[in-house]
C-alpha cells in the first residue's frame, strides 16, 4: 500500500508569497495528482502529472519520478489561494489506485 | 457544461437506517469513482466504476455499503442500518476513463447519522 505524506501540514504565509507544498510517496506511481478543496467547497483537481513539470497559471506542480516526490508551487500568493491542497498518488491505470494525502491546510492573510 | 452532480447535498438520517446517495456524472464519462471524507480525515476510496461494472469494491468499508451504476451513466451509493461512524461526506467523482484522465469532483453528500 502507498502511503503519501503531504508538509506541512498547516501553513499560513502573508499574500505575495512564494508558497510551496511537498507530497511524498513510497510506492512507484504511475501519476500524481494535486486537488485543491475550499472550506464547505467541493474539490477541483489542479493537476495530474506523471513527469516533469505543469503550469497553470500561478500554480506550478513539478514531480521527481526518481525521488517519489513531488511539489505544489503558488507564485504571488493571494488570500483566495486559502484551500486545503490534497496530493494523491495514482497506482494502476485508473484512479481506483488512488491513495490521498491528508492535505495541507493554507491561509494566506492579506 | 453540467458538472458532476450530487443528490442530497445534505442527509440527516437516523441510526439503523437505510440511505441512497446519488451521483451525476459528467455525460460521456465512464468512469465513476466514490470517495468519503471523515471530520478531519483525509480522502478514503470506496468504490470504482468503469461503465457498469465495478472492478475495485475494496474500499467499502463494510457489507452495509453497496453501490450500482446504470446505463454507464448514473450510480447510487446505498449505506443499510446506517452507524454514527458512517457520518461523512461522500464524494462522487468521474471522469473520461484511461489512465490519465483528470477527476471532476461532485459537491457531496454530507450525511449525518443521529
Known amino acids: 500500500k502507498n502511503e503519501v505524506e503531504q508538509s506541512p501540514q498547516n501553513l499560513t504565509a502573508q499574500e505575495g508569497e512564494f508558497i510551496t507544498i511537498n507530497c511524498s510517496y513510497s510506492?512507484?506511481?504511475?501519476?500524481l495528482h494535486w486537488l485543491q478543496q475550499h472550506p464547505g467547497g467541493g474539490i477541483v483537481s489542479l493537476f495530474m502529472l506523471s513527469s516533469g513539470k505543469k503550469k497553470h497559471g500561478r500554480l506550478i506542480a513539478t514531480i521527481n519520478i526518481q525521488e517519489k516526490h513531488s511539489s505544489l508551487h503558488i507564485t504571488a500568493s493571494h488570500p483566495r489561494d486559502s484551500a486545503v491542497y490534497i496530493c494523491?498518488?495514482?497506482?494502476?491505470?485508473?484512479?481506483?489506485?488512488?491513495?490521498f494525502g491528508k492535505g495541507t491546510h493554507l491561509i494566506i492573510q492579506p | 457544461g453540467a458538472g458532476v452532480s450530487q443528490s442530497p447535498s445534505n442527509k440527516v438520517t437516523e441510526k439503523g437506517k437505510d440511505v441512497e446517495l446519488r451521483c451525476d456524472p459528467i455525460?460521456?464519462?465512464?468512469?465513476l469513482y466514490w470517495y468519503r471524507q471523515s471530520l478531519g480525515q483525509g480522502l478514503e476510496f470506496l468504490i470504482y466504476f468503469q461503465g457498469n461494472s465495478a472492478p475495485d469494491k475494496s474500499g467499502l468499508p463494510s457489507d452495509r455499503f453497496s453501490a450500482e451504476r446504470t446505463g454507464g451513466s448514473v450510480s447510487t451509493l446505498t449505506i443499510q442500518r446506517t452507524q454514527q461512524e458512517d457520518s461523512a461526506v461522500y464524494l462522487c467523482a468521474s471522469s473520461l476513463g484511461g489512465g490519465y484522465s483528470p477527476l471532476h469532483f461532485g459537491n457531496g453528500t454530507r450525511l449525518t447519522v443521529t
Open positions: 510506492v512507484g506511481i504511475s501519476a
Open positions: 494523491a498518488a495514482q497506482a494502476g491505470g485508473g484512479a481506483d489506485g488512488l491513495t
Open positions: 455525460s460521456g464519462h465512464t468512469a
